[in-house]
Structure formats: C-alpha cells, structure tokens
Nanobody, 129 residues
C-alpha cells in the first residue's frame, strides 16, 4: 500500500500561484511514477501532469502546459505541482496518484487514469476571477 496526502490547496485570484505537495508513505517512493489529476464539479477526473520515477521525464495536459510544473524529491518522498498564471477554469479538486513503474524504463510516464494504483484524498483549488 502507498498512502498519499495532498496539501497546499486554497483560494487564489486569477493570475496567482499555488504550490501543491503530495507526501507519500508505505512503499518505495522511487518505484512509482507520479501524476496529478483534477476534477471540477460535474466533470470527470482529468489528467494534469505526470513525472517518471526517476524525475527525468515529465508530461502535461495541453490545458496546463507552460503554466504548471511537476517535480519530485525522492529523498523526501514528495511530489509537487507548481501552478502559475492560474485561471478560473483551473478550479477543481486536485489529486495525486502513484503508478507502479519499475521495469517500465526511467522515462515512463502515463496520462491514463486507470494506470494509477493509489490515490490521495484530494485538495481543493479555487481560482476567483
């Protein structure tokens, strides 16, 4: 089992920034590629960003590319999502997720929700206009 706990959400004005953190425990963090997903009210959960277990590769949804940055610290067992130039349409509950990746190559990342084995409880991000 991997336990994931997100933090850092909140209310911010359009154009502002937030940094989300996701602390992992329970299994070897560096065995997992990590992803951030989000779910707005009345909508399906969607992919935002992902990072390989090694940190060598990242991948972003078009809607956040150039504004969001995913990173990880395999010593602190934490993955981050730096969100800049926030827009009202970024308002959602943000979830981090872990995808067991050993044997898939150091650059493996996935945008597919069903590939992820473990999920956090989510943190609310609200962007006001």
């Amino acid at each position: 089992q991997v336990q994931l706990v997100e933090s850092g959400g909140g209310l911010v004005q359009a154009g502002g920034s937030l940094r989300l953190s996701c602390a992992a425990s329970g299994r070897t963090f560096s065995n997992y590629a990590m992803g951030w997903f989000r779910q707005a009210p009345g909508k399906e959960r969607e992919f935002a960003a992902a990072i390989s277990w090694s940190g060598s590769s990242t991948y972003y949804a078009d809607s956040v590319k150039g504004r969001f940055t995913i990173s990880r610290d395999n010593v602190k067992n934490t993955v981050y999502l730096q969100m800049n130039s926030l827009k009202p349409e970024d308002t959602a509950v943000y979830y981090c997720a872990a995808d067991y990746a050993r044997g898939r190559g150091r650059d493996y990342v996935s945008a597919t929700l069903n590939e992820y084995n473990y999920w956090g409880q989510g943190t609310q991000v609200t962007v006001s206009s």
